[in-house]
């Protein structure tokens, strides 16, 4: 089940691969999840000495914890193989290349983030991929 989605991501990026990692939450932030109430607008992965972590995530607070010092953007580690982690170190030093979240999902009873390998799209990229979309949309209405 998706709980939050960045579909400013699969239009600014071009996603090559996808990995899953598992997050470290507070009790409160998965709470608040669980009620989508949250946004991975601007938000991206970096790899710190060999650890993965998710910046500028937005997790509003939950409404009914009393929670007095909350920041609804701090730093979130991601639970990731150490294979994975030692892939994504390469993409690191592409200047080419980024790690973007792509979206938060409950599997079970855990919450996992999709994290993209993307590449930027151009100006003329993003027109292409508009009109393939509208193209798509005028094909389903149709039949």
């Known amino acids: 089940m998706q709980l939050v989605d960045n579909r400013r991501a699969r239009f600014e990026y071009e996603i090559t691969e996808k990995y899953v990692a598992g997050i470290v939450l507070a009790g409160h932030e998965v709470k608040s999840l669980r009620l989508?109430?949250?946004?991975?607008?601007?938000?991206?992965?970096?790899i710190i000495d060999g650890e993965a972590f998710l910046l500028n995530a937005l997790i509003s607070p939950y409404k009914f914890a009393t929670i007095p010092d909350y920041e609804p953007q701090r730093t979130r580690k991601l639970l990731m193989r150490k294979s994975e982690l030692l892939a994504l170190?390469?993409?690191?030093?592409?200047k080419?290349?980024?790690?973007?979240?792509?979206?938060?999902?409950?599997?079970?009873?855990?919450?996992?983030?999709?994290?993209?390998?993307?590449?930027?799209?151009?100006?003329?990229?993003?027109?292409?991929?508009l009109k393939k979309r509208a193209e798509v949309r005028d094909q389903r209405a149709m039949q």
């Open 89 to 94: 170190q390469t993409v690191k030093q592409d």
């Open 96 to 129: 080419h290349r980024t790690l973007v979240p792509l979206a938060i999902n409950l599997e079970g009873n855990r919450i996992k983030v999709i994290v993209g390998v993307a590449k930027a799209r151009q100006k003329a990229d993003k027109r292409e991929y």
């Open 36 to 46: 989508k109430q949250g946004s991975l607008a601007g938000s991206f992965v970096q």
